[in-house]
């Protein structure tokens, strides 16, 4: 386990609409590395970026077509070891994203691939025998290339699935085993890809569709044997590099080498309900909506079992918000992201904050899609950083922006927000000082649930010696726990303890010593 991720917060950073600094419209590598220190101050000490590699842009850049090498867009690869050098120089780490599951159909290895003559790269991507052949189940292209057989895909159609073969084989004329040499070959190749950038200072990846390697793979077995045979490479040479899935079942990522796994919304489970279950029929059943009719106790139940179960030997990663999901903005009002946000901080785990969320920057509806976003378009807006053109993230001209960036006169901003005591941005701050501060806040420090009841509120947990009171319902909530509050270390409005009562005015956070 690498030691620095136990006290990890990371920062996404979504690299198109971050900071442009060569006034192209479009972010950069050299415009992560000028606001780094924005970074830092904000009291992450980690970041991940999304895909920065050669790319069609087909899917916002995770259709690769050169693993080795850094988009022009973004700069060079030299941009990018400077900036894992910078990053370092003020103790931030920083993590890539590796896309193993599928390249670009644009990549040297599908135009070998899909070429009727064998060579090295036929079983590079999965193909059927012949062009005749595309069972139901799977997603097949089909009868676009000159070979004599259709090429599965992961994801959208320019996204052809790498071979890792398969574990349950249901049509052996064309399916190989995950074990054969050429499914082998593939594994080899993306951990030539992780060597790579590792050598060149990145400090490990965030996985994407971690699970999706083997097909027919139910129970994960298979592409399990994948990720332990990385890990067993990374802990050989690479003790400090960390691994982070983007799976959303913690027992299984864990187990499969992974350092920390990724809670996703997914209908239904807890990260969904407490955070952003639909509205349905009017009816906002989120536990962090201000409306006070949710239900804490499915994230409870779920955390409780997944901490129990990887057991110390993984983390669980909350998150703010990501590229693949409407920002919580575009449902919380600015008290409700203060509660909902400082709450991940102070959550097990290693937590992520998607860039810009911590001053809200709105969900925009009405674009339309870019590079493959379609609805999630609207949460990859560029940075606010403040009130002058383009909200200061380029200095090139509107209609060459990466996407419109909100530049109105009342729009959220850094600059406003750095000036105001409680805006979102310093209350986030003052959390993370805190979490910062306390190691009874890292990702390896206990977490117990103290107070959680169906349709209840406050929510109240303990990390090492803390406990933290959380009521986001606009009613003001009462509990009563068998542990006695000392002083306050962290408040958001107004949290009154008397011996082992706890009233909570609504809309109000509390962090106090045992
Ligand atoms: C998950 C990524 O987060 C998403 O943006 C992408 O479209 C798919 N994987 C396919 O790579």
């Not at 044997?225 to 913690?250: G, K």
């Not at 009816?283 to 990887?310: M, P």
Request: include cysteine.
């Amino acid at each position: 386990m690498p030691k620095w991720l136990s006290n990890a917060v990371f920062y996404q950073i979504y690299p198109q609409s971050f900071y442009d600094s060569n006034g192209d419209g479009i972010g950069d590598i050299n415009g992560i590395k000028e606001k780094l220190g924005y970074i830092k101050d904000l009291g992450c000490n980690a970041i991940w970026i999304n895909p920065c590699f050669e790319s069609p842009f087909m899917d916002g850049g995770y259709d690769i077509s050169d693993y080795y090498k850094v988009a022009a867009r973004y700069g060079t690869n030299g941009d990018l070891k400077s900036l894992f050098e910078a990053a370092h120089s003020l103790g931030i780490k920083v993590l890539l994203d590796l896309v193993p599951g599928h390249t670009s159909d644009k990549h040297k290895w599908f135009s070998e691939s899909k070429k009727p003559e064998k060579n090295e790269f036929s079983d590079r991507y999965i193909w059927t025998d012949s062009v005749w052949e595309a069972p139901r189940q799977y997603n097949f292209e089909c009868g676009i290339t000159n070979r004599d057989g259709n090429y599965m895909v992961n994801f959208f159609s320019s996204q052809p699935a790498l071979n890792y073969g398969f574990n349950k084989i249901t049509h052996p004329k064309w399916q190989m085993s995950y074990k054969s040499p050429e499914c082998k070959r593939t594994v080899e190749a993306i951990k030539d890809v992780m060597r790579f950038w590792l050598d060149l200072g990145c400090d490990g990846f965030r996985v994407d569709m971690a699970d999706s390697l083997v097909k027919n793979d139910d129970e994960k077995t298979a592409t399990s044997e994948i990720w332990r045979d990385i890990r067993i490479m990374l802990d050989e040479n690479y003790p400090e590099a960390a691994i982070i899935s983007e799976w959303c079942c913690p027992q299984r990522a864990i187990t499969c080498g992974f350092h920390s796994d990724f809670y996703l919304d997914h209908e239904g489970n807890g990260y969904h309900t407490a955070f952003r279950n639909d509205i349905i029929n009017g009816e906002d059943t989120c536990f962090f909506s201000k409306l006070g009719k949710g239900d804490i106790t499915v994230l409870t139940g779920e955390l409780e079992k997944d901490l129990k179960q990887i057991n110390g030997l993984g983390y669980v990663s909350f998150i703010t918000g990501n590229h693949d999901i409407k920002r919580l903005s575009y449902r919380y009002d600015e008290s409700e992201l203060k509660v909902a946000i400082c709450t991940i901080l102070f959550l097990p785990g290693v937590p992520f904050i998607y860039y810009g969320d911590e001053i809200g920057m709105p969900y925009n509806e009405s674009l339309k899609s870019k590079e493959g976003g379609f609805y999630r378009t609207g949460s990859r807006t560029p940075m606010q950083w403040d009130d002058s053109r383009n909200a200061g993230f380029s200095n090139a001209n509107k209609q060459d922006l990466y996407l419109p960036v909100d530049d109105s006169e009342n729009n959220v901003n850094v600059k406003a927000q750095s000036q105001y005591n409680y805006s979102l941005l310093n209350t986030i701050k003052k959390a993370l000082t805190i979490r910062n501060e306390y190691n009874d806040f890292s990702a390896e420090s206990e977490y117990e649930t103290l107070f959680a009841q169906k349709h209840r509120y406050p929510y109240i947990f303990r990390r090492g010696d803390f406990a933290v009171c959380v009521n986001p319902s606009v009613e003001s909530a009462k509990a009563n726990i068998d542990i006695t509050l000392k002083n306050c270390v962290f408040k958001i409005g107004d949290v009154d303890i008397n011996g082992k009562n706890i009233n909570m005015q609504g809309q109000s956070m509390g962090v106090f010593k045992l």
